[in-house]
């Protein structure tokens, strides 16, 4: 099983630009969620979803837009890039009960200059 | 709201020592659930023990094992018989029932030969 999928890698985008990061997953899981990590700061929600056509806010979502309409896929969109949202990104799944732990992506590491 | 606090920014042990690193958290929930997870330089990130609240033996696996203690809200990590692959990021997480899993800063584990 692949698990989670995140694309790009790496991405660079100037001031105002906008970018869709990708993720996708094949193991069926309901809960899909994104997470950034800056340095201190540990990992903080910026949108989550508990199934298609269903999401909602965490921590930290302003500039920031989700949309799920299928199971696998939650793509992540950056509106108007800015350099505040230089951050590495995690997309993350969960199956099972609530107790159940995260699957993560390996991450994205964005810089907006 | 639940916070997670881990208090150790930076750690580092002797190969084949042991090590513990520690975590708190404040709630006013009963059942809950809490997480390590490890993040190696390459940035993937890894579940590396879960423990559920109303469980009052501690979670072990391998040579890793926690120290719970409820009533004090404290979730420390102990390593045994550190290893080099073990240099890592670790973050200590928690979990409510809305799906909402909150993440400490993070303890930066360097394991020297």
């Known amino acids: 099983n692949a698990g989670v999928t995140q694309t790009p890698k790496f991405q660079v985008l100037k001031t105002g630009q906008s970018m869709t990061l990708q993720c996708a997953q094949d193991?069926?899981?309901?809960?899909m969620s994104w997470y950034r990590q800056d340095p201190g700061m540990g990992l903080r929600l910026i949108h989550y979803?508990?199934?298609?056509?269903?999401?909602d806010q965490g921590e930290v979502p302003n500039g920031y837009n989700v949309s799920r309409s299928t199971t696998e896929d939650f793509p992540l969109r950056l509106l108007s890039a800015a350099p505040s949202q230089t951050s590495v990104y995690f997309c993350?799944?969960?199956?099972?009960?609530?107790?159940?732990?995260?699957?993560f992506g390996n991450g994205t590491r964005l810089t907006v200059t | 709201a639940q916070t997670v606090t881990q208090s150790q920014p930076e750690m580092s042990v002797q190969e084949a020592e042991t090590v513990t690193l520690s975590c708190t958290y404040d709630?006013?929930?009963?059942?809950?659930?809490l997480f390590w997870y490890k993040q190696p330089p390459s940035r993937q990130m890894i579940l590396v023990i879960r423990?559920?609240?109303?469980?009052?033996q501690n979670a072990t696996e391998n040579r890793f094992s926690v120290n719970f203690q409820k009533a004090a809200k404290s979730f420390s990590l102990k390593i045994s018989d550190s290893q080099l692959g073990d240099t890592a990021m670790y973050f200590c997480?928690?979990?409510?029932?809305?799906?909402?899993?909150?993440f400490g800063a993070g303890t930066r584990l360097t394991v020297k030969p």
């Open positions: 993350a799944s969960r199956g099972g009960g609530v107790g159940s732990p995260l699957h």
């Open positions: 193991m069926n899981h309901e809960y």
């Open positions: 979803s508990v199934g298609a056509g269903i999401t």
């Open positions: 709630t006013s929930e009963n059942n809950y659930y």
């Open positions: 423990q559920e609240a109303y469980k009052q």
């Open positions: 997480a928690f979990k409510f029932y809305n799906n909402d899993m909150r």
